[in-house]
């Protein structure tokens, strides 16, 4: 009899879009919800979908406020315990995105089980069970289906203050904007899946995707950390805009001092682009203003989806020293200020 562990497919063949590159265009997204009818809105509810934030943000007392969020999506690597480790991971960083220390979690899991082995769906989930152990939390329950596609992720839940809570949408003319991850993950990932990214480009590539945003509460406590939002499938070009809109500010970015993981240029010039990136470009371009230096290859960078991103944090000139200390003190030595919020109506400028 055929050994399964030899003859079952590689997990990103099962996908038509791997990682945070499976999230539905911001545009078309828009469009879906678009008249959707909701119940009158409670006080309790601090955070909800008004402004595409990161999680839902719901105050139980004055000094208490939970925090829910669920992400999942199909396999962005062959590995099954680093599918796993990443989809947790990114789930998880909603809840740091907020400002709030995540508690416990709930598995999403949908698998072909007559195509994948028990041993990989096993491993998968083990994957997402090593994310929540780092960050201190049980997986206390569940869902699964037997589905034509893997997919898998998290419900994640959190607790905070909820005078700490962090929204998308509260950067301010002034604000120094500080990015905690390098980018290129989506790059590097459609590299991966036609054979073109190396031993060390896909190590680089997971110790990005599983490091989770553990700054977050910590941010959210310094008095200048206006907004906060961790950058994911729209790109870094779609989340900040997010927090433009939703600031009422326009955000400019310094182009050269974006951080990218090492050889994605190269690889980003050698064609090696999602097809998110450009469906994002497409639903949100008319909203940012490129300067005549950014290049189609810059373009793709900023729009590139990002499995579990870095955070993105608009924060007082006067706590930008703080912040990059928190950073450090968590591990993300590549934190990097970016660019600034400056008066306007709600753009994206990037120069």
């Not at 959190?158 to 980018?183: F, T």
Request: glycine fraction near 14%.
């Amino acid at each position: 009899m055929d050994d399964p562990r030899t003859t079952e497919p590689r997990l990103t063949s099962l996908s038509h879009g791997g990682g945070c590159g499976c999230k539905i265009a911001p545009g078309v997204l828009t469009g879906l919800l678009r008249g959707t009818r909701m119940l009158p809105v409670p006080d309790e509810l601090l955070v909800g979908i008004e402004t595409s934030d990161d999680a839902a943000v719901y105050q139980l007392n004055d000094h208490q406020a939970l925090v829910a969020t669920t992400d999942f999506f199909m396999p962005i690597v062959d590995d099954p315990l680093d599918f796993g480790r990443i989809a947790a991971t990114n789930a998880i960083s909603d809840v740091y995105a907020m400002g709030a220390t995540p508690i416990m979690a709930l598995s999403l899991v949908g698998m072909p089980i007559n195509t994948l082995s028990s041993e990989t769906i096993a491993k998968i989930l083990e994957g997402g069970a090593m994310a929540c152990r780092d960050a201190g939390i049980p997986i206390a329950g569940g869902h699964t289906i037997d589905s034509v596609e893997a997919i898998y992720g998290l419900v994640a839940l959190g607790i905070m203050d909820p005078a700490h809570v962090k929204r998308n949408s509260g950067a301010r003319p002034g604000d120094v904007l500080i990015l905690g991850k390098p980018l290129g993950v989506g790059i590097m990932s459609a590299a991966l899946k036609k054979g073109a990214l190396g031993d060390a480009g896909y190590a680089q590539m997971i110790a990005a995707t599983t490091r989770l945003n553990k700054a977050g509460p910590d941010l959210a406590r310094l008095p200048g950390a206006h907004a906060m939002t961790d950058v994911t499938g729209f790109g870094l070009g779609g989340h900040a805009l997010e927090m433009a809109r939703g600031s009422g500010c326009d955000l400019v970015l310094d182009w050269a001092a974006v951080p990218l993981l090492a050889g994605v240029s190269d690889l980003a010039s050698a064609g090696y682009i999602t097809g998110a990136s450009g469906r994002n470009w497409a639903s949100y371009g008319g909203d940012v203003r490129l300067s005549e230096a950014i290049t189609d290859i810059d373009r793709a960078v900023l729009t590139d989806p990002q499995t579990s991103g870095g955070l993105l944090v608009a924060i007082a000139e006067q706590d930008v020293e703080s912040a990059m200390a928190i950073f450090a003190d968590h591990g993300f030595a590549e934190a990097t200020v970016i660019g600034r919020a400056v008066e306007g109506t709600g753009q994206l400028v990037v120069r």
